[in-house]
């Protein structure tokens, strides 16, 4: 029976995460880092649910924005429209929906939604012709 070295199965597994064009495990820790912080600090300010949302948009917003600020590896360098629109925008909305409650008042809703609706649309709408063309 043939034994490995402990330290050539872990050097071929390094190769194997950092194989160039393949795509490293998303940051998903984040969001429920942002969740139980938000959850937290709206326990003590008494605004749980607030609390939560901001956490919840925080953590996308920080999920979205992570790989721009971490060290690539030797082997990848920062490829341009790596950053998840979509995460961001998800992430300010959650953010604004759970400020919004605290602070504005319920006839504001409404309007506030239809609008980030409407630039939805509009925004998929312009990625989707962009890709088209």
Known sequence: MKTNNCAEI???????LT??????????F????????????GILVDHVSSGFLVGLGLGFLGSGLF???????????VLPGSTDITMLLIGAFLVFIGIGIVWAP????????????????????VRGFYKIS
């Open 106 to 125: 319920a006839a504001l809703w409404w309007y506030a939604i239809a609008g980030f609706l409407i630039l939805m649309g509009i925004w998929f709408l």
């Open 30 to 41: 984040i969001i429920p880092a942002g969740i139980l912080i938000g959850l937290g600090v």
């Open 10 to 16: 872990t050097d071929a597994k390094s190769r194997e």
């Open 67 to 77: 790989p721009l600020v971490r060290k690539p590896l030797e082997s990848e360098g």
């Open 19 to 28: 194989e160039p064009g393949e795509k490293h495990q998303p940051y998903g």
